[in-house]
């Protein structure tokens, strides 16, 4: 049996999975990253981890893929900026390929969600995709005609970074008014957050304070409290913005919706639905675009990553 190993290298953890060219996962496992001790610390830890997995499998190991956070030089696998992994150009892809005497290949590890997506999650009835990650901050990853789209040195689909609201706040990129100010899990708990202080009656003070209050909290809320009604209302609209910006541009049959808000399901598709259909171009008559869930959770990148060897 032929088998491919797909690694998702976080901050804290790597997750690691065998699995067959049809989505089949055979085994998973983890380790710390460790790349506060440098990146040959981190790619041992990988190798070990490998080295586990592949001894849970019978069979050929025909490639490994990795998905990898920062600005990833994909042809050369070379991970070219990864602040929270401490990593400048380091050649990623040689370290891990000499170390376990097989091809590597390394995309982002945005990118490498989409394609699982697209490939066995919510998106595999689809050749053309988006998946918007609503997480800590916006990230993503663009599938056309089948085929993960990285852009120009492979630094591309930067969806968090569109600019939603002229001179708005301040992002963390230096431009003011990015979605993923608007749009991520931050900025709706940051949301939440301000509405709680600005109305001392609101029946969230009930279970939470300003404090330990989370994206979850409006949308728990939102049937019995105005407050809580006008936060989800406001995070939608933003949303909602950003989705219809991109299928103007992409115009794919389909956007995924990853991360922990994701988990809202239809109290969070419908209504960007609705939006979607009313407001992009041309209407929903012809090629329209569906907002739906999507499907694999904290498997897609790791799945994805594995789909590289595939491509």
């Not at 690694?7 to 049809?22: H, N, P, Q, R, S």
């Not at 830890?45 to 600005?71: F, S, T």
């Given at each position: 049996?032929?088998?491919?190993?797909?690694?998702?290298?976080?901050?804290?953890?790597?997750?690691?999975?065998?699995?067959?060219?049809?989505?089949?996962?055979?085994?998973?496992?983890?380790?710390?990253?460790?790349?506060?001790?440098?990146?040959?610390?981190?790619?041992?830890?990988?190798?070990?981890?490998?080295?586990?997995?592949?001894?849970?499998?019978?069979?050929?190991?025909?490639?490994v893929g990795v998905g990898?956070?920062?600005m990833i030089e994909s042809?050369?696998?070379?991970?070219?900026?990864?602040?929270?992994?401490?990593?400048?150009?380091?050649?990623?892809?040689?370290?891990?390929?000499?170390?376990?005497?097989?091809?590597?290949?390394?995309?982002?590890?945005?990118?490498?969600?989409?394609?699982?997506?697209?490939?066995?999650?919510?998106?595999?009835?689809?050749?053309?995709?988006?998946?918007?990650?609503?997480?800590?901050?916006?990230?993503?990853?663009?599938?056309?005609?089948?085929?993960?789209?990285?852009?120009?040195?492979?630094?591309?689909?930067?969806?968090?970074?569109?600019?939603?609201?002229?001179?708005?706040?301040?992002?963390?990129?230096?431009?003011?008014?990015?979605?993923?100010?608007?749009?991520?899990?931050?900025?709706?708990?940051?949301?939440?957050?301000?509405?709680?202080?600005?109305?001392?009656?609101?029946?969230?003070?009930?279970?939470?304070?300003?404090?330990?209050?989370?994206?979850?909290?409006?949308?728990?809320?939102?049937?019995?409290?105005?407050?809580?009604?006008?936060?989800?209302?406001?995070?939608?609209?933003?949303?909602?913005?950003?989705?219809?910006?991109?299928?103007?541009?992409?115009?794919?049959?389909?956007?995924?919706?990853?991360?922990?808000?994701?988990?809202?399901?239809?109290?969070?598709?419908?209504?960007?639905?609705?939006?979607?259909?009313?407001?992009?171009?041309?209407?929903?008559?012809?090629?329209?675009?569906?907002?739906?869930?999507?499907?694999?959770?904290?498997?897609?990148?790791?799945?994805?990553?594995?789909?590289?060897?595939?491509?």
């Amino acid at each position: 049996m032929n088998y491919y190993l797909g690694l998702d290298i976080g901050g804290t953890f790597v997750k690691g999975v065998c699995m067959t060219a049809e989505g089949n996962l055979l085994a998973e496992e983890k380790c710390d990253t460790g790349c506060e001790h440098g990146g040959a610390v981190m790619c041992d830890n990988i190798a070990n981890l490998c080295a586990k997995l592949r001894r849970k499998v019978k069979g050929d190991l025909n490639g490994v893929g990795v998905g990898c956070p920062g600005m990833i030089e994909s042809v050369r696998g070379v991970v070219k900026f990864a602040g929270n992994l401490g990593l400048k150009d380091y050649p990623l892809g040689d370290e891990l390929a000499r170390r376990l005497g097989v091809p590597v290949k390394v995309t982002n590890d945005a990118n490498a969600a989409a394609l699982g997506e697209a490939r066995f999650g919510a998106g595999r009835s689809f050749k053309n995709s988006i998946l918007v990650t609503l997480g800590t901050g916006v990230g993503g990853g663009i599938i056309i005609d089948g085929k993960l789209y990285e852009g120009g040195c492979s630094v591309g689909a930067e969806i968090g970074h569109m600019v939603i609201e002229r001179n708005g706040d301040m992002c963390t990129c230096g431009r003011r008014g990015c979605f993923e100010r608007y749009s991520s899990a931050s900025a709706l708990t940051r949301y939440t957050k301000h509405a709680m202080e600005e109305d001392a009656g609101s029946a969230m003070w009930g279970k939470y304070t300003s404090q330990t209050c989370t994206g979850k909290t409006a949308f728990e809320f939102m049937d019995t409290d105005r407050t809580a009604k006008e936060v989800v209302d406001w995070y939608i609209k933003y949303l909602a913005c950003g989705l219809v910006n991109l299928a103007n541009i992409f115009r794919p049959e389909v956007i995924m919706l990853g991360g922990g808000v994701a988990a809202q399901g239809e109290r969070l598709t419908k209504p960007l639905q609705a939006i979607m259909d009313k407001e992009i171009f041309g209407g929903n008559n012809y090629a329209k675009v569906l907002v739906v869930p999507a499907s694999l959770g904290n498997s897609a990148g790791a799945m994805g990553a594995a789909a590289l060897c595939l491509e």
